[in-house]
């Protein structure tokens, strides 16, 4: 593997705090790493912090892992770290995010970038006082191929005025009543914003990338599962206290006119299971995808129709393999949230590197703490009934 301008690939040590599912996920992506053609980077997990031992046991399997610790602060001194990606409870985000930060370490960190808009505030002051600070926030949906067709066709102007736009992120795990409770259910550990906390972040990091910030939000917020049973499996229950699904009405203004964009994050969304949507509608075409289609972007047209005249049309094309970075995977093969993973973080490191370009990237910090005051706005309009300014 060489690397841009043919030096050999920088060497980067990652370390992981908080060995859950995503944090295996982030460990199998980077031994995938091969498969990238000239990333200038070649990062080596060596280090994961956990407090459950059953969870460090998983890592090590991985050859490259010299450290297994229950401690951030040692992780965050080791010398051989110099990326680290976190993720844990949300209430645990602005301590971890800002001794990260502090202790001169990247930082990938975890949605919803702290429990609340002070959290994330707390965290940006970190960010501004700490010289060379390089921090960004996870979301991969949109580094399927599918996605970044869609963002190239907006930004190329083919949409014409925008009429309307949509984003959204559905999940149907909640549906099942008899599943247990857990932090994400509770407002002390999830924050008060719940599922916009949850999956917020995927519904808006596509359309604040594209400029569109909310003027106004109208937010219909449900309250769906008020108990579920508590941990341990003897009968008790246990307050739920977060929102399960969210619809959030939001005023865009555009230069050409102002139009309303739709952002929907849902935990009880029937039929689902991890589904991103992008749509948006102009005056001269259209674009739309869905992760339920991975390899399918659709794109709205006018088309001569042979003996019957010229007619509306949403074409499916293709989409193929190839996303922000190209890799060995040949372009007619077919993408998933694995291939995801692993462009988001070719992406995040190349843009540490200084060497992503006009590439598409991951969430900034700011653009994290603005979703903060979405969500804000969003509960205060749910309960005033009427729109609010972020």
């Given amino acids: 593997m060489s690397a841009l301008g043919g030096g050999a690939p920088k060497r980067v040590g990652v370390g992981i705090v908080g060995g859950g599912l995503m944090g295996r996920e982030i460990a199998a992506a980077l031994r995938r790493w091969p498969a990238l053609i000239d990333h200038p980077v070649a990062p ?8 459950n031992p059953d ?13 297994l ?3 951030s602060d040692e992780l965050f001194a080791n010398p051989d770290v110099d990326v680290v990606y976190i993720a844990v409870r949300h209430d645990l985000h602005e301590r971890l995010y800002v001794d990260a930060i502090r202790a001169g370490k990247s930082l990938l960190a ?8 002070p959290a994330a505030e707390s965290v940006l002051r970190a960010i501004d006082e700490t010289p060379g600070a390089f921090v960004r926030v996870s979301s991969e949906m949109p580094f399927f191929p599918g996605p970044q067709w869609a963002i190239d066709y907006v930004r190329s102007g083919a949409v014409g005025r925008v009429i309307e736009a949509r984003c959204a992120f559905l999940h149907a795990s909640d549906l099942d009543t008899a599943k247990p409770i857990n932090w994400k259910r509770q407002a002390r550990f999830c924050g008060e914003a719940g599922v916009m906390n949850d999956l917020g972040m995927h519904a808006w990091h596509v359309p604040l990338r ?5 003027e106004r ?17 003897d009968g008790a229950t246990e307050r739920c206290d977060t929102w399960d699904n969210a619809v959030l009405h939001c005023r865009v203004d555009d230069p050409a006119g102002p139009f309303p964009f739709a952002a929907e994050t849902k935990r009880i ?19 739309r995808f869905s992760t339920k289609r991975p390899k399918t972007v659709e794109v709205f047209a006018w088309v001569d129709v042979p003996g019957v005249g010229r007619e509306q049309s949403w074409q499916q094309i293709d989409a193929g393999s190839q996303s922000v970075w190209p890799t060995v995977t040949g372009p007619n093969f077919e993408t998933g949230f694995s291939d995801a993973i692993l462009q988001m973080w070719a992406a995040f490191l190349a843009e540490r590197e200084g060497s992503l370009g006009d590439r598409f990237g991951c969430v900034r910090p700011e653009e994290a703490a603005l979703t903060h005051r979405i969500f804000a706005a969003a509960a205060r309009s749910h309960e005033s009934g009427g729109a609010v300014a972020p």
Avoid: Y
């Avoid at 975890?110 to 808009?117: L, Q, R, S, T, W």
């Fill in 55 to 67: 969870a460090l046991a998983w890592f090590e399997r991985i050859d490259t892992v010299t450290q």
């Fill in 110 to 117: 975890e949605k919803p970038f702290g429990i609340d808009a």
């Fill in 210 to 214: 594209l400029g569109w910030r909310p």
């Fill in 217 to 233: 939000v109208f937010g219909v917020l449900s309250d769906i599962v008020r108990e579920r049973p508590a941990p341990g499996g």
């Fill in 69 to 71: 610790t229950a401690s």
């Fill in 44 to 51: 080596e997990l060596v280090a994961v912090c956990d407090i």
């Fill in 269 to 287: 969304a029937l039929g689902e299971k991890n589904t991103w949507e992008f749509e948006v509608h102009g005056m001269e075409g259209g674009v």
